[in-house]
DNA sequence: AACTAAGTGAGAACGATTGTCAAAATCGCC
DNA sequence: GGCGATTTTGACAATCGTTCTCACTTAGTT
């Protein structure tokens, strides 16, 4: 079963305190900085399980790093993320989701998953 | 000016031996035990540059490393890609390319890319 | 309180990628 | 063909994000 530590709940709530997404390190650093003693390994399981629970984005940056979100709206979405400050905004892609299944199963693949993300510069950059 | 080697003429050709994406190390594997003294950072460096000539495709895989393909369509195009034994089809995508840019003109972003790659397990999987 | 399985964390280990730098190879030129 | 300036190579070290190890702690149960 699965157990309640404060060190969940902080990285949870850490998470949500920062808007936008954010690596393991920077989170653990910020916890640090508010004096928890928290460790890093834990950050990257409390991560790691948020995101699989569905209670967490995650999308590798373009130098391969795992960066994690506090998830606003719930079920399948996707991100329109800006590359200079990281702000971002969850999108719907109805058409994407059909297009995605269609050209899958034209080319006999099964069980299809997709990537879908839009990155930009914002208009406060 | 950029000088030419047997070095990055075998990675090219290896990668276009190849069907599929191919990691880095993957490919300095297969030229070595085809008797190739080729080092593993000039193979690094000779994808790196054929992925700005736009000569391949490079992605990054589920788990973090970066993955080549000799490119076979030129222009933008997306991949169909099997997660079980790396084959891949390039695909167009009309209706995303108009998504991804009125989705972000929506929401004031400029300068839009989009990352869009669908994987599945293909019919021989 | 006692028990037990799950969770934690300091540090080691890992693995893909990049940096270093002396030796080797390419290209333009004579 | 030979020369020299410049680029490229490759063995190896270094980086860096992430995962593993394992002794210790703790949540949840009885
Ligand atoms: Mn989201
Ligand atoms: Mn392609
Ligand atoms: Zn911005
Ligand atoms: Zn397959």
Redesign the pocket.
């Known amino acids: ?8 709940a902080a990285v949870r709530e850490a998470l949500s305190a920062r808007g936008g997404f954010v ?3 920077d989170l653990h650093t910020a916890l640090k900085a508010n004096g928890s ?6 950050v ?3 991560l ?1 399980d948020l995101a699989v629970d569905g209670d967490a984005d995650s999308l ?1 940056s373009s130098d ?3 960066l994690y979100r506090a998830c606003v709206s719930a079920g399948h979405h996707h991100h329109l993320i800006c590359r200079s400050c990281g702000r971002t905004v969850e999108i719907e892609a109805d058409p994407i989701e059909q297009w995605a299944a269609e050209v899958a199963a034209a080319n006999g693949f099964r069980d299809p998953r997709h990537v879908v993300d839009v990155f930009g510069t914002c208009s406060s950059c």
Do not use: C, D, F, V
């Not at 079963?1 to 969940?8: A, E, F, G, L, N």
């Not at 003693?37 to 834990?42: C, K, R, W």
């Open positions: 079963m699965k157990r309640q530590t404060w060190q969940r690596s393991a390190q003693p928290i460790g890093l390994a834990t990257y399981r409390a790691a590798q391969g790093e795992n």
